[in-house]
């Protein structure tokens, strides 16, 4: 399964983006979606993730309230919502897929990996 992110782009902050992530197929081993970020000169950190259903999402404290994950199974597709966007938010985001029967923010629970997209927020 491949994964191809898009959305990126550079915004203000304050204002909002949507990032898309679509798969080249649809696997029924594969159960939870999330988005990961990452900043200049760090490491890769959780972002967001949502099961198998849409009915259970998880996200990290830095953007609880401000990002929104959703995924649309018909279409093999997954989304993040970002509004409020700050400049501490500019990063290139990765969309991946996880086997895990559970929700985690773990990157080694995820095996599969779009190849991210940069999000860049001007103050």
């Known amino acids: 399964v491949q994964l191809q992110a898009s959305g990126g782009g550079l915004v203000q902050a304050g204002g909002s983006l949507r990032l898309s992530c679509v798969a080249s197929k649809r696997t029924s081993s594969i159960i939870n979606k999330g988005w990961f970020r990452q900043l200049p000169g760090k490491e890769r950190e959780f972002v967001a993730a949502i099961n198998r259903n849409g009915g259970s999402t998880d996200y990290a404290d830095s953007v609880k309230g401000r990002f929104t994950i959703s995924r649309d199974n018909a279409n093999n597709a997954l989304y993040l919502q970002m509004n409020s966007l700050k400049s501490e938010d500019t990063a290139i985001y990765y969309c991946?897929?996880?086997?895990?029967?559970?929700?985690?923010?773990?990157?080694?629970?995820?095996?599969?990996w779009g190849q991210g997209t940069q999000v860049t927020v001007s103050s």
């Open positions: 991946a897929a996880s086997r895990a029967r559970v929700l985690s923010r773990t990157i080694s629970d995820y095996g599969y």
